[in-house]
């Protein structure tokens, strides 16, 4: 019986300001699509509602170690994808 790889490296939290909740969700469905590759939707963190913002906090990509290339391709094609529609995919920490 095959035991599962470890994860051990990530992408960096990042997240798209303005991406509505079923588009995260969306993404992350895709993203889980990718072999080796493990995403969680994390909470927004934010203490003032603001209508313009996401209702969520980001997105934290995980991969098993080792990863291989193709893997890594598709994850940014699928992150290009949606950046192209929705606006560019920034580090998490760099929001307010």
Same mark, same amino acid.
């Given at each position: 019986?095959?035991?599962?790889?470890?994860?051990? !490296? +990530?992408?960096?939290?990042?997240?798209?300001?303005?991406?509505?909740?079923?588009?995260? /969700?969306?993404?992350?469905?895709?993203?889980?699509?990718?072999?080796?590759?493990?995403?969680?939707?994390?909470?927004?963190? +934010?203490? /003032?509602?603001?209508?313009? /913002? !996401? /209702?969520?906090g980001g997105l934290q990509?995980?991969?098993? +170690?080792?990863?291989? !290339?193709?893997?890594?391709?598709?994850?940014?094609?699928?992150?290009?994808?949606?950046?192209?529609?929705?606006?560019?995919?920034?580090p998490l920490e760099e929001? !307010?």
């Amino acid at each position: 019986m095959d035991t599962p790889t470890p994860l051990a !490296s +990530s992408h960096s939290p990042i997240c798209c300001p303005q991406l509505p909740l079923a588009v995260y /969700q969306e993404v992350a469905a895709h993203l889980r699509q990718v072999l080796e590759v493990t995403v969680e939707i994390l909470p927004q963190q +934010s203490r /003032q509602f603001d209508y313009a /913002q !996401s /209702q969520v906090g980001g997105l934290q990509i995980l991969y098993a +170690s080792p990863v291989d !290339s193709a893997s890594l391709r598709r994850v940014e094609q699928i992150l290009a994808y949606y950046g192209d529609r929705y606006g560019a995919w920034q580090p998490l920490e760099e929001q !307010s």
